[in-house]
């Protein structure tokens, strides 16, 4: 962190945070939780966000507490909240205010006892975070009405000065439990994966053997449509890119097709993963279809198969050839991927490093 602090880490809604920046703020974060909170290390802290700046300061926060993270899809509905959080044993959580209706309907059915509300603008300067939030709530309707009695704002939480966090708290590591990432649930409710430090750490170095065939260190800007809480943007947008000092921009709505065009437009994007559904939108959008991709060197694909016509035409497009492949979330997640210059179309590639793999 210090090598690369004032590199940025994460850029969103046109406010750019610096590695410096990203570790103060997670001390700030973590030094609430760690004396202003029941929490003790180990407890279980749910991130309910979308890919907003505020999600990689409340997971390096949490994690620098020693809790363990709960990774929350923003779409779920209060039911599937609800499951969610008592399977986990969840005790606290931060949550997008967009979302607190949902929670004041289920929380009395849960364990969690601090309630940290982020609001949409967050992170961002004075005057900024005030025309954010205000048109969120008043012109989009997008803040429900909701009371959560015992509710604290994100913003008092990673300005918390009161007291530093103690340089010898106990924190995880090895193979003590980092996060509890969910499953898609095709099957019923979504499952949760108990993830070790080593499980991520590993992982990461696997998929970064992969991508640092391509890019480098310190100097690149990859899109992340994708979003944080599934455990593929997780481990490369929170993991993989931290290492290697590289920018990551957050595309808080990757169905808004034109924020994913404003990424493009305002940096120089060298990487972008995505899912077939998205690429094939790209495709069919005239406006992406016009802009500049010289810069464009890592396009990668999971999630869901890829499509081959879609592939060729991406490349086509944008002289970038995607990498496609494969995971799942008891994995860390990535098992394999094709390598560049060797992809073959219709397949997810060769195994990641220290890999087995049985077909039965």
């Known amino acids: 962190m210090r090598e690369r602090g004032s ?13 410096q920046e990203w570790d103060q703020l997670s001390d700030q974060f973590a030094a609430y939780l760690h004396h202003d909170t029941a929490l003790v290390p180990g407890d279980r802290i749910a991130i309910q966000l979308p890919n907003l700046l505020h999600f990689p300061v409340a997971l390096l926060g949490a994690v620098k507490a020693g809790l363990v993270v709960v990774s929350t899809n923003p779409l779920y509905t209060a039911k599937e909240m609800a499951h969610q959080f008592r399977d986990s044993g969840a005790k606290a959580v931060v949550i997008l205010s967009s979302f607190c209706d949902k929670l004041e309907s289920i929380i009395s059915e849960t364990d969690i006892s ?11 300067s004075p005057l900024r975070r005030f025309s954010i939030n205000f048109a969120a709530k008043f012109l989009k309707s997008a803040v429900p009405n909701y009371r959560l009695s015992n509710a604290v704002a994100f913003r008092d939480c990673y300005t918390y000065l009161s007291h530093p966090l103690p340089a010898q708290l106990e924190t995880g590591s090895g193979d003590d439990l980092a996060a509890i990432l969910y499953t898609g649930g095709t099957t019923g409710y979504s499952k949760g994966a108990m993830l070790s430090h080593n499980n991520l750490i590993a992982n990461m170095m696997q998929l970064w053997s992969r991508c640092g065939l ?12 994708l979003p944080l809480y599934h455990s593929y943007a997780f481990l490369l947008h929170c993991l993989a890119m931290p290492y290697a000092g590289n920018l990551s921009v957050l595309i808080p709505n990757p169905r ?13 994007i060298s990487g972008f993963v995505g899912i077939n559904t998205l690429y094939l939108a790209l495709l069919e959008h005239p406006a992406f279809c016009a802009l500049d991709f010289s ?5 990668g694909a999971g999630g869901m198969a890829l499509s081959t016509s879609i592939a060729k035409r991406w ?9 496609e492949g494969y995971g799942l979330t008891e994995c860390s997640p990535v098992v394999s991927v094709n390598l560049p210059g060797k992809v073959r179309l219709g397949t997810v590639g060769e195994l990641v490093p220290e890999t087995e793999i049985m077909a039965i």
């Not at 490349?315 to 990498?323: A, M, R, S, V, Y």
Request: glycine share 10%; with cysteine; net charge negative.
């Open 7 to 19: 590199l940025g880490a994460y850029s969103c809604l046109g406010k750019t945070l610096s590695y």
């Open 114 to 124: 601090s309630v940290i509300v982020a609001e949409l603008g967050d992170l961002q």
């Open 214 to 225: 391509i890019i480098g260190e310190g100097v690149e800007e990859i899109a992340a449509p």
């Open 256 to 268: 808004d097709l034109d924020s994913v065009l404003s990424a493009f437009v305002k940096h120089k």
């Open 295 to 299: 810069d464009l060197r890592f396009c």
């Open 315 to 323: 490349q086509h497009l944008t002289g970038c050839e995607i990498f």
